[in-house]
């Protein structure tokens, strides 16, 4: 069989690949690469000048059979996508409310376009955030612009492990970081002396690692002994690759160096007065995550009962949050079910068990003695300790 005979039978075997295949259609990938590959076969047929009728025939047939074939793979995304408003609606059954329009006020208008522009700039998006200022006229002093540009600038830093301008930054607010009794600084310089200890000499090695420590390290013996005394100690289970398997193996591993970002992120943003988490975030991740969906569901619910909410500060329903939203205690004391508060704080007896003030006071014998309601050892009322959580 000559060279033209023989691609004229692959065209056919391709073209009838489809038809004679039972079972699931191959993927659509798969069907437009075979595709491809029979029109580059007549292609290369048309430019040797051995193209036939028959050819084009053949090929009329595997570019249906394929059509055929992406349409059936297609079938299943069309019917994915028909179940998906079903299944919304069976999951979230309740509507979310309706409210008159907001921010109609020209304050409440401004209010709203400032914090967008702060959104915009906390999160690194300067041109989007320069754009929308232009655009709404929103008032953001330079000042602030250029503080948000070096807090990104400096955070892009860190992620291409250049620790340079956040110590820099930390060595100039030393005193606010003190206050704050931030870590911030010393992890920063423990962070490059690590990245001296694994990298090789001239530029790393134990001896550069050993300088840095001389001469950055004193200053943070009195709060952070523990951890400088370990971080002495791993030089001698070197080389790397006998550290990695040793007791102080953590300090060679990168997730070290991950919580730099988000700690410094946290301390310039507290320098400028302002919350660690971005305010659009939270309401968004508090808010999309079903906050509301229970809000107006308990809403509807005391409707119907023809009941107000009795406390202004309090919702009437508990609403999941994540810990990094959580700012107050949410200790409830096991003998009162009452929530914790300032007036009531948790109190920890001699035993080792945890009730609030006013439990405790209850429960207390004359004398000042108190018994623990879930343990059989007595201990004095004035022997308790506050505990903040």
Same mark, same amino acid.
């Given at each position: 069989?000559?060279?033209?005979? !023989?691609?004229?039978?692959?065209?056919?075997?391709?073209?009838?690949?489809?038809?004679?295949?039972? @079972? &699931?259609?191959?993927?659509?990938?798969?069907?437009?690469?075979?595709?491809?590959?029979?029109?580059?076969?007549? !292609? =290369? +047929?048309?430019? $040797?000048?051995?193209?036939?009728?028959?050819?084009?025939?053949?090929?009329?047939?595997?570019?249906?059979?394929?059509? !055929?074939?992406?349409?059936?793979?297609? &079938?299943?995304?069309?019917?994915?996508?028909?179940?998906?408003? !079903?299944?919304?609606?069976?999951?979230?059954?309740?509507?979310?409310?309706?409210?008159?329009?907001?921010?109609?006020?020209?304050?409440?208008?401004?209010?709203?376009?400032?914090?967008?522009?702060?959104?915009?700039?906390?999160?690194?998006?300067?041109?989007?955030?320069?754009?929308?200022?232009?655009?709404?006229? $929103?008032?953001?002093?330079?000042?602030?612009?250029?503080?948000?540009?070096?807090?990104?600038?400096? $955070?892009?830093?860190?992620? *291409?492990?250049?620790?340079?301008?956040?110590?820099?930054?930390?060595?100039?607010?030393?005193?606010?970081?003190?206050?704050?009794?931030?870590?911030? *600084?010393?992890?920063?310089?423990?962070? +490059?002396?690590?990245?001296?200890?694994?990298?090789?000499?001239?530029? @790393?090695?134990?001896?550069?690692?050993?300088?840095?420590?001389?001469?950055?390290?004193?200053?943070?013996?009195?709060?952070?002994?523990?951890?400088?005394? +370990?971080?002495?100690?791993?030089?001698?289970?070197?080389?790397?690759?006998?550290?990695?398997?040793?007791?102080?193996?953590?300090?060679?591993?990168?997730?070290?160096?991950?919580?730099?970002?988000?700690?410094?992120?946290?301390?310039?943003?507290?320098?400028?007065?302002?919350? +660690?988490?971005?305010?659009?975030?939270?309401?968004? =991740?508090?808010?999309?995550? @079903?906050?509301?969906?229970?809000?107006? &569901?308990?809403?509807?619910?005391?409707?119907?009962?023809?009941?107000?909410?009795?406390?202004?500060?309090?919702?009437?329903?508990?609403?999941?949050?994540?810990?990094?939203?959580?700012?107050?205690?949410?200790?409830?004391?096991? $003998?009162?079910?009452?929530?914790?508060?300032?007036?009531?704080?948790?109190?920890?007896?001699?035993?080792?068990?945890?009730?609030?003030? =006013?439990?405790?006071?209850?429960?207390?014998?004359?004398?000042?003695?108190?018994?623990?309601?879930?343990?059989?050892?007595?201990?004095?009322?004035?022997?308790?300790?506050?505990?903040?959580?």
């Amino acid at each position: 069989m000559d060279a033209p005979l !023989k691609e004229l039978a692959k065209l056919q075997k391709l073209a009838g690949d489809s038809s004679s295949s039972k @079972g &699931k259609s191959p993927s659509i990938n798969d069907s437009l690469d075979s595709l491809l590959q029979s029109l580059q076969e007549v !292609k =290369d +047929r048309l430019q $040797v000048g051995t193209a036939t009728d028959e050819t084009l025939t053949i090929l009329s047939k595997t570019v249906e059979s394929r059509k !055929k074939e992406v349409d059936e793979r297609q &079938k299943e995304v069309y019917n994915a996508l028909a179940k998906i408003g !079903k299944a919304l609606d069976k999951k979230f059954q309740t509507p979310l409310p309706t409210y008159a329009p907001l921010f109609q006020s020209e304050s409440a208008h401004a209010t709203l376009e400032r914090t967008i522009a702060l959104h915009f700039l906390r999160t690194g998006q300067s041109k989007t955030a320069e754009t929308f200022i232009e655009e709404s006229n $929103v008032d953001i002093d330079a000042d602030t612009r250029l503080k948000f540009k070096e807090l990104h600038e400096i $955070v892009t830093a860190l992620k *291409e492990q250049d620790i340079g301008p956040a110590l820099e930054w930390a060595e100039r607010n030393r005193t606010f970081l003190q206050k704050r009794s931030s870590p911030l *600084e010393f992890l920063l310089h423990r962070s +490059r002396y690590t990245r001296y200890l694994l990298s090789p000499p001239p530029d @790393g090695g134990d001896c550069a690692a050993i300088t840095y420590a001389k001469s950055y390290f004193p200053p943070f013996y009195s709060q952070h002994e523990p951890e400088i005394r +370990r971080l002495m100690c791993c030089l001698l289970y070197l080389p790397v690759s006998r550290l990695q398997t040793s007791p102080y193996a953590d300090l060679a591993s990168p997730s070290m160096h991950l919580d730099l970002e988000p700690m410094f992120a946290k301390e310039y943003c507290a320098s400028l007065g302002m919350s +660690r988490q971005v305010p659009l975030r939270v309401v968004g =991740d508090i808010g999309g995550g @079903g906050a509301l969906a229970r809000i107006e &569901k308990a809403r509807s619910v005391m409707r119907e009962r023809k009941s107000e909410w009795s406390h202004t500060e309090e919702l009437p329903i508990e609403i999941p949050l994540p810990p990094e939203n959580r700012y107050h205690s949410i200790f409830a004391c096991p $003998v009162s079910k009452e929530q914790s508060t300032d007036q009531n704080p948790p109190m920890l007896m001699g035993c080792g068990h945890v009730i609030t003030k =006013d439990s405790l006071q209850k429960l207390s014998k004359p004398g000042g003695r108190v018994k623990c309601p879930y343990c059989p050892v007595e201990s004095q009322v004035g022997a308790a300790l506050r505990v903040h959580f």
